[in-house]
Nanobody
């Protein structure tokens, strides 16, 4: 059983919106902080957003603030990423991750990852 499965990616025009979903198994979601990362071709993996399980505290990468919204539905074991005003340079594979320990902004702090969903933003 794959612990994290992303969906909702696709092709969108610049300025458009997409909502990504990440369905998690209980062991990778319950009592766990969750995050989204992205990786564009030839670039390093980049932190997008994180949400804590206890208080729902939110963390965003600098360039995403004001345009992206992370949320979670604990009853459905699902985390979402609403993305607005998308830019062509945000074309990437978007990954969902389950937090283990350490700072939220580093991928090393996460021990479960989904396979990713492609987001392509056309100019």
């Amino acid at each position: 059983q794959v612990p994290l499965v992303e969906s909702g990616g696709g092709l969108v025009q610049a300025g458009g919106s997409l909502t990504l979903s990440c369905a998690a198994s209980g062991r990778t979601f319950s009592s766990r902080d969750m995050a989204w990362f992205r990786q564009a071709p030839g670039k390093e993996r980049e932190f997008v957003a994180a949400i804590t399980w206890r208080y729902g505290s939110l963390y965003y990468g600098d360039s995403m603030k004001g345009r992206f919204t992370i949320s979670r539905d604990n009853a459905k074991n699902t985390v979402y990423l609403q993305m607005n005003n998308l830019k062509p340079e945000e074309t990437a594979v978007y990954y969902c991750a389950s937090h283990s320990s350490g700072g939220y902004y580093s991928g090393a702090a996460y021990d479960y990852w989904g396979r990713g969903t492609q987001v392509t933003v056309s100019s």
